[in-house]
């Protein structure tokens, strides 16, 4: 056998499904499907008894789904390129099946050429994602980012005095020195010198800033 050739197995519930990706696949240069599985314990034993190259590996199944069924298969053989193919995008199922170990997440509505060429570049250590899933990628990495930036501002919250948060409240509101000194019976000097001792606190250059990391901290 050619050493280009990959040895292939698909993993799926659906027999239709299963069958139809098998036959698609075979036809592409470079393919050779070896097996067939309808779960993750199945897939299992085929890859103990066939260790193919790359497993194509379907999420929901009955039994044991996909992302524990790359685990333990991962877990056994750590080489092993398990490719994620589903019909599901969904932010925890992409996020779980990434740290199970898998090299990919595919979306079931490629083109059989296209799914032949992740593959390929699989087995050439290349990272596979279909585009919507990285675009998904990048809004959680942002996300997480930002989640990161209000864990950080909540512990320099934590560090204002009472009077000083009760004064970032009111700057969230948007209340000028003078409405906050009204409201707290201050006088502005004194409102003056707490907003900038937040500023500090908190590394804004303006209130703007200050508000906004109120508002995300729940105090607006």
Do not use: H, W
């Amino acid at each position: 056998m050619d050493s280009e050739t990959i040895n292939v197995i698909i993993v799926d519930d659906q027999a239709l499904v299963r069958e139809g990706i098998a036959s698609l696949l075979a036809i592409q240069p470079g393919i050779n499907i070896i097996g067939t599985a309808e779960n993750g314990k199945e897939a299992i034993r085929l890859t103990k008894q066939l260790n193919p190259n790359v497993i194509l590996m379907d999420i929901r199944m009955p039994i044991l789904d996909g992302i524990e069924s790359a685990r333990l298969i991962l877990k056994e053989k750590p080489e092993m390129i398990i490719l994620m193919l589903t019909t599901l995008e969904d932010d925890e199922y992409i996020v779980k099946s990434l740290k199970s170990g898998a090299r990919g997440y595919l979306l079931k509505d490629m083109l059989a050429s296209d799914l032949a060429q992740a593959v390929r570049l699989a087995f050439r250590g290349v990272f596979q994602l279909s585009p919507s899933v990285a675009g998904r990628l990048i809004n959680l990495s942002n996300e997480n980012e930002k989640t990161d930036q209000q864990n950080e501002y909540s512990d320099r919250i934590k560090e204002l005095t009472p009077r000083e948060v009760d004064v970032l409240k009111l700057i969230a509101t948007g209340a000028t020195n003078k409405e906050i000194a009204n409201t707290l019976y201050l006088s502005e000097g004194t409102v003056k010198n707490i907003v900038s001792n937040i500023f500090a606190c908190l590394g804004t250059r303006d209130r703007v800033q200050a508000a906004i990391i109120a508002i995300r901290n729940g105090l607006g």
